[in-house]
């Protein structure tokens, strides 16, 4: 991944606006473009050739925001997705077909990195904060202040771990810190029942919106609005 010296990162965004699908669809439109698009790049579908998982951050995610289908390319994922995406006439999920007469796109650089001012976003999608390990540390916590001190933690290791998947190198002096305010909700994933948050936070960093912090970004979760 290739970002400017300024710190900005270039982002694609492909909606189908005609078509309505709930949230949790959002796997469906990975498995069908994936396997649709399967021969073209591993980046689709964060897969090479043999199998095995492409252990990085993902070039394309693929959300259902306000029941609209949205694909965020981001670097080699923003150049590839126009090329493919451009050429197509319908989706088919679960056996239904959805005619697509009308794309939306959009191109821009967003900027990434560290902020001298705190930044405030919300999550459009519920954030998968939690870990097996961690998961187990959260449960074990029975005071608020516990928990929310963790996700606070916990959230600032995400932006991490996207800076770092961005190849962006932190001064010493450019320490992050984040304050949160969500909710504990639950989600079915791979038909097991899993603890997620959706809410607010700020943090002293710049997030392209559109991006996805956590577990499963690339099936939509943990996906970033800036307020």
Known sequence: ??????????????????????????????????????????????????????????????????????????????????QLFLKIREITL??????????????????????EELQSYSFETLWMALNQENHRNYLKLTCLTEKKKMLNTIIVGHVLSLFSNMDIILDADQRLMAMTQLHEKTTKFKDNTMIAFAGDFVINAHIPEGLGLGKSVSRGFGTVKKI
């Open 1 to 82: 991944m290739t970002v400017t010296a300024q710190n900005t990162i270039p982002i694609t965004r492909i909606q189908f606006p005609e078509i309505k699908l709930m949230t949790r669809d959002a796997h469906k439109l990975r498995g069908y473009f994936g396997n649709l698009f399967k021969e073209h790049s591993p980046i689709l579908h964060n897969h090479y050739e043999d199998g095995s998982l492409r252990y990085r951050y993902p070039s394309v995610q693929y959300k259902v925001l306000n029941g609209v289908p949205t694909l965020i390319g981001i670097g080699e994922g923003g150049s590839l997705l126009p």
């Open 94 to 115: 679960d056996g239904n077909t959805y005619p697509v007469s009308s794309k939306n796109i959009q191109h821009n650089q967003q900027e990434i990195g560290f902020s």
